[in-house]
Structures are given as structure tokens and as C-alpha cells.
């Protein structure tokens, strides 16, 4: 089904990171406990929103990484 808000995934992430918090954040992302106390998954979760954000051309792209960053540290 094609999303009628955003123009594409990359855009969709880059604003739950930068714009949402707390658990509606995690949850648009896709995160439950399971990151948190898996260092694997959460690495893997981590690295591929990193690849999709580097890839980027996005104006909020370094806020975005900033928030990744944030909630990876968080996991650890």
C-alpha cells in the first residue's frame, strides 16, 4: 500500500527521529524491549537506519543521525 504522508521511507525516518520522542518514536520505528536488551539486533536495527540516513540528501539529515545516535546509545 502506497503512504499517503511521505513521499518515501527515507523521509517517514527521518521525521519520527527528528520529530517524535518517547514511546510513539519507538514505536513508529519499530522498537520494543527486545533492543534494548539484545546488543545484536540492536546493532543490526542501528546500522541499517545509519546506511538508509548516510545515503541521504534530506535538509534534517544530521538532526536525524544526532537522534539516531541518541537512542542507539541507549540500547547499549
Known amino acids: 500500500m502506497k503512504d499517503l504522508y511521505f513521499i518515501d ?3 517517514k525516518l527521518i521525521f ?3 520529530e517524535m520522542y518517547g514511546i510513539v518514536q519507538l ?5 520494543d524491549q527486545s533492543y534494548f536488551t539484545n546488543k545484536i539486533k540492536a546493532r543490526n ?3 541499517s537506519t545509519k546506511e538508509v540516513l548516510e545515503a541521504s540528501e534530506h535538509p534534517n539529515v544530521e538532526k536525524a543521525m544526532k537522534q539516531l545516535e541518541r537512542l542507539y546509545k541507549g540500547m547499549k
Open 9 to 11: 521511507e527515507e523521509a
Open 27 to 31: 514505536e513508529l520505528l519499530g522498537i
Open 16 to 18: 519520527i527521529l527528528v
Open 45 to 47: 536495527w542501528y546500522q
